[in-house]
C-alpha cells in the first residue's frame, strides 16, 4: 500500500437500467436481473434505451443544454454525477486542478437534413452541388460543435469547471481502456493526483447504429444474452445509451480529503492482438494473465460485446479457467461503445465496496458466493482492441 | 555529457526523427525550402465543386494516392508518409518500432460520396433506413472501417510495428501538440523508452468546410489564395482550412545516445490547461492559454529568458491572434516584442489535428537550421499586436529554445517547449 496507489473515489452510471451507482446495484443484484429493451423503434434491432432523466440535476444551464446533444449533455450528466459521488462537484480549486480524459466517439448528425439530401440526390446528378446547397441552408451552426468528438471533454470544463487538462481519446472500447490505463499511470507516477474519465454513448439515432451495421455487426434476431447471439441473425451486437465516468485519485489525494474509496484500480492490461491470425481466445487469456491476480476463484465483470467472434473467443478463454466467475454486463445494459470498460470497472469497484458479488446476469453464468476482494474486469472489442483491469479492496 | 535527467529527475526526451506532409509538398526537404521561401500552399478548391460557398480556397493535399478517396484514406496516407520518413530518419527503417503510438486525428464520418452511392444500392424506403438496409447487404469492411475511430491508428500500429493499444486523440485545433505530449509523458513514466507521435488530418471536405464556415472561422479572401491567411495583420479574417500530417519519434535521451542516434532536438516541457468559458471563445482575460504556456515552462524547468522564438498558433482569426498576443505578452512582458514570433499558417493554413505536430516539427527544424520561417502576408500590422512577427521574409538566428503553442475549440490549450540541444 502506497500513497500513489490509484483508488476509485467516485463513480457515474447511467443506463436502460437507471441513473447512478444504486439504482445499478439494485437493479445488478435482483435476484433475476432484467434487461429493459425496446425491440420496435429500431426494428429490426433492439436498443437498451436511455432511462428518464433530469437533465437539470447536473446541467443547471438551459443555455448550456441547449448547446449540447443528447451524448454530450449524456456525458456531462453522468460526468457530474461522478464528481457528486467523490464529493468534488462544486470544489472550485479541486475541479481546477482536476485532469480529464475522456473517450469518445463522435456526436449525432442532424438526421433531418441527411434525409433531405438522400431524397434529393434521387432527382439530381449534380450532387457535389446539392450538397453544398444543402448543407450551407439546412446544417444549424451549433450542431457541428455537438458532433465534435472533444467537445464532450469542453462541455465538461464549461458546467463542471474541471480544467486542469483535457484529452479526448477515440477508438471505440479501445479508448476507454487507454483512457483507464493513462488515467491509472499518470497517477501512480505522480503526473496527476486526481482525475476524470469516461465515456458516453447514445445509440438512439440512426447514424450510430449504421456506423456498426456497416460492419453487419449489429444483432437482427430476439433479444438474446450476450454469450448466447451466436448462429442468430446478424452480428451479435445489440445495443445500449448509457455513460460511464470515473473518479480516480491517488492514495494520498483520497486519504487528504478523507474520502473512503471503493476500490484500488492494481493493474491495467491493454492490447490490440490480431484476430485474424492465431489463437484468439489465447490472447485474451494472455491478457488476463497479465493482471498477477490472487491464485483464488474470483468475479469477473466483462463487457463482451456479443458479436460472435470476439464473443465467443472471450468465453473460451473464461470457461477454461475454473477459478473465474463472470458476469457479461452488456446482456442488461446493451453495448456502450467507448463506456465500455469504464461501466466494467465501475462494476468491479461496487461488487468490493459492498463486500457481495452480482447474481448471474444471464442463464449460462455460474452462481458464484465467493469474496470480492479482488474483482477483474475485461473489455474486448467489438472489432479491434482489448482490455482488462484487476481491482483490489482498498 | 548533457545531462539524461531533467531537472524534476525525470528522463530527458529527444527527438530522434521527423516527417513532414504539408500543402507544400511531402517530406521534410521540400517543406522546409518552401517555407522558408515565403512559399504558400494556399490554393483554389478542386477537390468538391465550390458553388454556393463563401469560401473556395484551402490548403488541400491533391497529390497523394488517396488525395480523392475521401478523409479516412486520405488520413491514412499522410499520417503513414510521414511517420515512415520520422521512423527511417530515427533508424528504425525495415525493423518493428517497438514503441507506443500516438495519433491525432480528426473524428472521421461516413463520407459523402459512401453515403449517397450507398443510398442507391437499394430502392426501397428512404433516410436512413434505407441506408441501414443497404448496409446489411455489404459484403466488404471498408466502408465500416472508414467509420472507425481506432481503424487508422490500428493500420498504422501494424505498418510501423508499434507496440500495445495505439491511441488516436482530438483535442481539436490542439491535437498534434497533445499526441507529442503523450509521447513525452509516457517516456518519462519510463514506461518505454521511444514513441511515435503523429499528427494528420486530411478532412478538408465540403461538410467540414461548411461546418467551420457557418460557425465565421473561415477566410473569405478568395480571390488571391495565397495572401488569404495572414495572422497578426489587422485585415485578417480567419484561418484557411488546411491538411497535413507530422510525425515525431521521442526517445529518451539515454536510449538514443546509448543507440548513437542523431538527436534533433529535445522535447523539455508540455503544458495544458483546459478553458471553461465558451465552447468557440476563449476566456477574454487570456487566462487559460497563459497558464497553459506557464505550465510547459515550468515543466521544461525554463525562465522566459530562455525562449527565443515563439511558433504562434497564429490562425489567422481575429480572436485568435488577439488572444494568444494577449498571452504571450501577459508572460513574456515587454520582452515579448523583441522575440521574434512567426506562424507556419501562413502558409500551410491550418492543418487542424496536425497542426500541433506540424509545427512541433518546423519548431525543431527552426532551431537545427538556424533559419526562423517567415510570417507572410503581413503588409498591414494590426497596430493592437505589437510583435515582431518575422514579417514576410526568413530570418537567420540562432534559436536555443522555441516554445509553440497550440489552442482549439472545446477549451483546449497546449503548449510545447522545444530545446536545440540537452541543457
Redesign the interface.
Known amino acids: 500500500m502506497t500513497a500513489h496507489d490509484v483508488v476509485i473515489t467516485g463513480i457515474g452510471l447511467v443506463s436502460s437500467l437507471g441513473v447512478g451507482v444504486d439504482a445499478h446495484w439494485s437493479a445488478l443484484t435482483a435476484t433475476e436481473p432484467k434487461p429493459v429493451i425496446d425491440s420496435t423503434r429500431y426494428a429490426p434491432y433492439t436498443v437498451h434505451p436511455l432511462p428518464e432523466i433530469d437533465w437539470n440535476q447536473q446541467i443547471a444551464k438551459r443555455g448550456d443544454q441547449r448547446?449540447m446533444e443528447t451524448w454530450q449533455r449524456l456525458g456531462t450528466y453522468t460526468a457530474g454525477l461522478a464528481l457528486d459521488d467523490a464529493g468534488i462537484k462544486g470544489d472550485e480549486a479541486l475541479c481546477a486542478s482536476m485532469d480529464?480524459i475522456i473517450a469518445?466517439?463522435?456526436g449525432e448528425?442532424d438526421?433531418n437534413v441527411?434525409?433531405l439530401?438522400?431524397?434529393a440526390?434521387e432527382t439530381r446528378s449534380?450532387?457535389?452541388?446539392l450538397?453544398?446547397?444543402k448543407?450551407?441552408t439546412e446544417?444549424r451552426?451549433t450542431l457541428?460543435?455537438a458532433?465534435?468528438?472533444?467537445?464532450l471533454?469542453?462541455?465538461i470544463?464549461?458546467v463542471h469547471?474541471?480544467?486542469?487538462?483535457?484529452?479526448?481519446?477515440?477508438?471505440?472500447e479501445?479508448?476507454g481502456?487507454?483512457a483507464v490505463?493513462?488515467a491509472a499511470?499518470?497517477i501512480r507516477?505522480g503526473?496527476s493526483t486526481h482525475l476524470l474519465l469516461g465515456g458516453a454513448f447514445q445509440t438512439e439515432h440512426?447514424?450510430m447504429?449504421?456506423?456498426q451495421?456497416?460492419?453487419?455487426y449489429l444483432h437482427?434476431a430476439p433479444w438474446q444474452p450476450v454469450w448466447n447471439r451466436q448462429g442468430a441473425e446478424g452480428g451479435g451486437l445489440i445495443t445500449g445509451s448509457g455513460a460511464a465516468f470515473l473518479v480516480l485519485e491517488s492514495r494520498g489525494h483520497a486519504e487528504k480529503r478523507g474520502r473512503t474509496p471503493y476500490a484500488v484500480v492494481s493493474k491495467v492490461a491493454?492490447?490490440?492482438a490480431?484476430r485474424n491470425k492465431g489463437d484468439y481466445a489465447e490472447a485474451v487469456t494472455r491478457l488476463i494473465g497479465s493482471l498477477d491476480r490472487p491464485a483464488k476463484e474470483s468475479l469477473l465483470i466483462s463487457a463482451a460485446s456479443g458479436t460472435h467472434l470476439p464473443t465467443a473467443a472471450e468465453k473460451v478463454a473464461l470457461d477454461a479457467d475454473a477459478t473465474l466467475a463472470y458476469r457479461g454486463l452488456t446482456s442488461l445494459t446493451g453495448h456502450l461503445k467507448e463506456a465500455q470498460f469504464p461501466f466494467a470497472v465501475a462494476l468491479a469497484a461496487m461488487a468490493i465496496k459492498n463486500h457481495a458479488p452480482y447474481p448471474a446476469f444471464a442463464s449460462g453464468e455460474k452462481a458464484y458466493s465467493g469474496q470480492t476482494d479482488s474483482v477483474l474486469a475485461t473489455a474486448v472489442?467489438y472489432?479491434?482492441?482489448e482490455?482488462a483491469a484487476l481491482l483490489t479492496a482498498a | 555529457m548533457a545531462s539524461r535527467k531533467d531537472h524534476l529527475g525525470r528522463p530527458v526526451v529527444a527527438v530522434t526523427g521527423i516527417g513532414i506532409v504539408t500543402s507544400l509538398g511531402v517530406g521534410k526537404k521540400d517543406n522546409w525550402e518552401a517555407l522558408t521561401a515565403g512559399r504558400s500552399g494556399i490554393h483554389p478548391i478542386t477537390r468538391f465543386p465550390v458553388d454556393h460557398l463563401n469560401t473556395t480556397i484551402a490548403g488541400t493535399i491533391d497529390f497523394l494516392t488517396s488525395s480523392s478517396m475521401g478523409a479516412a484514406a486520405l488520413t491514412y496516407e499522410l499520417a503513414e508518409t510521414a511517420a515512415l520518413e520520422a521512423v527511417d530518419e530515427a533508424g528504425f527503417r525495415g525493423v518493428d518500432f517497438d514503441g507506443p503510438l500516438f495519433l491525432a486525428a480528426p473524428p472521421v464520418e461516413l463520407g459523402w460520396a459512401d453515403r449517397l452511392e450507398l443510398y442507391r444500392k437499394t430502392k426501397d424506403g428512404a433516410g436512413y433506413d434505407r441506408l441501414l438496409a443497404s448496409a446489411r447487404g455489404l459484403n466488404s469492411l471498408d466502408l465500416f472501417e472508414s467509420t472507425q475511430f481506432g481503424s487508422i491508428a490500428d493500420r498504422l500500429s501494424e505498418k510501423l510495428g508499434a507496440r500495445g493499444l495505439p491511441i488516436t486523440l482530438s483535442t481539436a485545433c490542439a491535437s498534434g501538440a497533445t499526441a507529442i505530449q503523450l509521447g513525452v509523458e509516457a517516456i518519462r513514466r519510463g514506461e518505454c523508452e521511444r514513441a511515435i507521435s503523429i499528427g494528420a488530418d486530411g478532412s478538408a471536405t465540403e461538410e467540414a468546410l461548411i461546418r467551420f464556415s457557418l460557425l465565421s472561422a473561415l477566410s473569405t479572401n478568395n480571390e488571391i489564395p495565397e495572401k488569404a491567411s495572414k495572422p497578426f495583420s489587422r485585415d485578417r479574417d480567419g484561418f484557411v482550412l488546411a491538411e497535413g500530417g507530422a510525425a515525431l519519434v521521442l526517445e529518451s535521451l539515454e536510449a538514443a545516445e546509448a543507440r548513437g542516434a542523431e538527436i534533433l532536438g529535445i522535447l523539455s516541457g508540455c503544458g495544458e490547461h483546459a478553458d471553461d468559458f465558451h465552447r468557440t471563445r476563449s476566456k477574454p482575460d487570456g487566462s487559460p492559454a497563459i497558464a497553459a504556456v506557464r505550465a510547459a515552462l515550468a515543466d521544461a524547468g525554463f525562465d522566459t529568458g530562455r525562449i527565443d522564438y515563439v511558433n504562434a498558433h497564429g490562425t489567422s482569426t481575429p480572436e485568435n491572434d488577439k488572444m494568444e498576443h494577449l498571452s504571450l505578452a501577459s508572460v513574456f512582458g515587454e520582452r515579448m516584442r523583441k522575440i521574434p514570433i512567426s506562424s507556419n499558417k501562413s502558409m500551410i493554413g491550418h492543418t487542424l489535428s496536425a497542426a500541433g505536430a506540424v509545427e512541433a516539427a518546423f519548431s525543431l527544424m527552426t532551431m537545427r537550421e538556424g533559419v526562423i520561417p517567415p510570417t507572410i502576408n503581413y503588409d498591414q500590422p494590426d497596430p493592437a499586436i505589437e510583435l515582431d512577427v518575422v514579417p514576410n521574409t526568413k530570418r537567420e538566428a540562432s534559436v536555443s529554445a522555441v516554445l509553440s503553442n497550440s489552442f482549439g475549440f472545446g477549451g483546449q490549450n497546449t503548449c510545447l517547449v522545444m530545446a536545440r540541444e540537452p541543457n
Open positions: 448547446q480529464m469518445a466517439g463522435g448528425r438526421e441527411d434525409s439530401i438522400l431524397a440526390s449534380d450532387t457535389g452541388v450538397l453544398n446547397e448543407l450551407t446544417l451552426p457541428f460543435l458532433q465534435l468528438s472533444n467537445l471533454a469542453g462541455n470544463s464549461i469547471k474541471v480544467i486542469g487538462s483535457s484529452r479526448t481519446f477515440m477508438g471505440e479501445g479508448a481502456v487507454s490505463e493513462t499511470a499518470r507516477s503526473q440512426h447514424d447504429l449504421l456506423g451495421e456497416l460492419g453487419g437482427r491493454s492490447g490490440n490480431r472489442g472489432h479491434r482492441f482490455g
